[in-house]
């Protein structure tokens, strides 16, 4: 339902303010709740990719 939202249409869709939104998202970021991880997508680089078990 939210997924993919950014704060603004969050706080429109739920009637909540803006800053209380944006002060929660910090909070849960802050506490290791939720991280935010950002991968390189190899194959669109033209990268092949695999598992080396040794």
Not at 27 to 42: K, P, Q, V
């Amino acid at each position: 339902m939210l997924e993919g939202k950014n704060n603004r249409e969050i706080s429109k869709l739920l009637s909540i303010p803006l800053s209380t939104i944006q002060r929660r998202a910090r909070h849960i970021f802050a506490s290791g709740i939720i991280t935010s991880r950002i991968e390189l997508d190899y194959e669109k680089l033209g990268y092949k990719t695999g598992l080396l078990h040794i």
